[in-house]
T-cell receptor
Framework: AQTVTQSQPEMSVQEAETVTLSCTYD???????LFWYKQPPSRQMILVIR??????QNATENRFSVNFQKAAKSFSLKISDSQLGDTAMYFC?????????????FGTGTRLKVLA | ETGVTQTPRHLVMGMTNKKSLKCEQH?????MYWYKQSAKKPLELMFV???????ENNSVPSRFSPECPNSSHLFLHLHTLQPEDSALYLC???????????????FGPGTRLTVT
């Protein structure tokens, strides 16, 4: 069975600094996709970044980048130049096609607080 | 905000009540999902619908009854709930076509349910 583990329940970072959120996963599938979602307080969950497992190059989206280590089954999120608006719950998620549909599995989340 | 809406945003109900949660997506997606979000637990996938057909039911108790009349609307009918069912219920949608490379999920704002 696939699992997603986020070992840091809470983190804080000073504004303008860099922070890394960790995520590990377990699967025997070879075709899968990884995501980081952000859920600001009382607001909708939105996609931050995604990574296809077949791509070796790490995905980047502006201040957000990932460190994808396929052999280690690790998928960490780096936030550079942290801003107050980055304060949110961050969920790591794994998706694999199963029987004509997609199976998504989420981690427990990391609550990130950016300090002024 | 994304094109997924949920009503009501907050709901308080007694254990003998019957109520329904509604989700609507305006993104032209053909897959819709119900998740339960409880504190300090991973997002729990409850139901998946593809092209109006239920493709997954993750051992959800029968007091939760989904309905998907078309690809744009999804309901969750609730009856004789328990206090432990209190949680944030999230609806999500996605395309169901890997070739389109847009397989991430788009989430609604959720319905905060309290069972008294």
């Amino acid at each position: 069975a696939q699992t997603v583990t986020q070992s840091q329940p809470e983190m804080s970072v000073q504004e303008a600094e860099t922070v890394t959120l960790s995520c590990t996963y377990d699967t025997s599938e070879s075709n899968y996709y990884l995501f980081w979602y952000k859920q600001p307080p009382s607001r909708q969950m939105i996609l931050v970044i995604r990574q296809e497992a077949y791509k070796q190059q790490n995905a980047t989206e502006n201040r957000f980048s990932v460190n994808f280590q396929k052999a280690a089954k690790s998928f960490s999120l780096k936030i550079s130049d942290s801003q107050l608006g980055d304060t949110a719950m961050y969920f790591c998620a794994f998706m694999t096609p199963v029987g004509g549909t997609y199976k998504y599995i989420f981690g427990t989340g990391t609550r990130l607080k950016v300090l002024a | 905000e994304t094109g997924v809406t949920q009503t009501p945003r907050h709901l308080v109900m007694g254990m003998t009540n019957k109520k329904s949660l509604k989700c609507e997506q305006h993104l032209g997606h053909n897959a819709m999902y119900w998740y339960k979000q409880s504190a300090k637990k991973p997002l729990e996938l409850m139901f998946v619908y593809n092209f109006k057909e239920q493709t997954e039911n993750n051992s959800v108790p029968s007091r939760f009854s989904p309905e998907c009349p078309n690809s744009s609307h999804l309901f969750l009918h609730l009856h004789t709930l328990q206090p432990e069912d209190s949680a944030l219920y999230l609806c999500a949608s996605s395309r169901d076509n890997l070739a389109e490379s847009s397989y991430e999920q788009y989430f609604g704002p959720g319905t905060r349910l309290t069972v008294t």
